[in-house]
């Protein structure tokens, strides 16, 4: 009898190019997972966006959300939803109703250069922290009800929040992931014109980094970082910051790296964790098999990473560097697609990489 642990996870296609993307991560993850030694996953397949909207009345379905509080952890597609009907873009998209749903406050982003690839910046190796749950992100920063309004037709305003026990808790990721690294840490924000709110952030992360003796640390306005990241990205190593800013960073980031088709981003807890990829649907590209896979691959990877340390297994850990390694080697082969100035389809740059995973 196989005593192996098996691991649920969930498949969440979503839209647009989702399904390709998604459906091309799941055959890497499962071969992947073989190579190591490790159980077949069990998948559980669930709907978001348009395909809930037809098969539910709405595009995330609480038997939705409430099937992923059984999995260990699970993958999302892009979803598309701006070209949601009116009355199905009130209150939060899918994915961050996902994340407030599970408290995903951390999102790990990393941008780094692959050999084969073309990139504007060729010393690029970091890693955006951001954080997840509040910041001026309407979406999620209420318990109830939208941190943005219109208390006139003419009149918008937007509310930020930032709290000591979410900046605490993001930088103890980030300073430990800064630690397990080169050990130097950026703290992103804009005390100088948002002094409360941003001047708390950043001074909590210094509380914070003052318990790590072995990370160096510093801290950029925003837009001094963003300067210095086209620069000389090379001299960052760990960025942490809020929410807008790590979301607007962290594309900067990976365009630099090469392409957002490669952007991996991880969004977890101390319990949970969610795959998905930087960029979005790209509906223009949907059903055409030439969507760039390798980002929510490399999103897969970083999942199984995250269960392997989580559960202290090393074939989910053994797995997540098989995929990482697979892509790195596919992408120096010369074989990418079509973003990347390739001529590889989805499905055809999968393959490569699924055949790659065996290679120690």
């Not at 130097?184 to 914070?208: Q, S």
């Amino acid at each position: 009898m196989d005593s192996r642990r098996v691991v649920r996870l969930g498949l969440i296609e979503g839209d647009g190019i989702g399904p390709e993307v998604v459906q091309a991560t799941r055959a890497v993850v499962d071969e992947a997972l073989a190579a190591a030694g490790a159980a077949t996953p069990e998948w559980v397949e669930l709907p978001i966006g348009h395909a809930a909207i037809a098969e539910c009345g709405e595009p995330l379905p609480e038997t939705t959300l409430s099937a992923l509080a059984d999995l260990d952890a699970w993958i999302l597609g892009p979803h598309d939803n701006v070209s949601y009907a009116p009355h199905h873009r009130i209150g939060a998209p899918p994915g961050g109703a996902i994340r407030k749903r599970f408290g995903l406050y951390a999102n790990i982003r990393p941008a780094r250069t692959f050999p084969g690839v073309r990139a504007a910046a060729t010393d690029i190796d970091l890693v955006i922290v951001r954080e997840n749950s509040e910041g001026f992100y309407a979406d999620r920063n209420m318990f109830a009800g939208s941190g943005e309004f219109r208390p006139t037709a003419d009149v918008a305003m937007a509310v930020a929040v930032i709290t000591r026990a979410a900046c605490e808790r993001i930088a103890h990721q980030a300073c430990a992931l800064a630690a397990a690294r080169s050990g130097r840490l950026t703290i992103v924000h804009k005390a100088n014109v948002l002094p409360m709110t941003m001047g708390l952030f950043r001074d909590v992360c210094w509380e914070v980094a003052a318990g790590y003796s072995g990370v160096e640390v510093n801290d950029e306005h925003v837009d001094a970082a963003a300067a210095h990241l086209v620069r000389a990205p090379g001299d960052y190593d760990v960025l942490v910051t809020e929410n807008l800013f790590g979301d607007i960073l962290s594309d900067l980031a990976g365009e630099l790296a090469g392409s957002l088709g490669l952007a991996a981003s991880l969004n977890c807890s101390a319990d949970k964790a969610m795959a998905q990829a930087v960029h979005g649907a790209a509906p223009a590209l949907a059903g055409r098999n030439r969507a760039n896979p390798g980002a929510l691959q490399l999103s897969a990877a970083m999942l199984l990473r995250w269960l392997g340390t989580r559960d202290g297994d090393p074939a989910l850990l053994g797995a997540g560097d098989r995929i990482e390694r697979a892509v790195a080697a596919t992408l120096a082969a010369g074989i990418a697609t079509a973003d990347l100035g390739g001529l590889a389809s989805t499905s055809e740059f999968t393959e490569q990489v699924r055949a790659r995973v065996h290679r120690r």
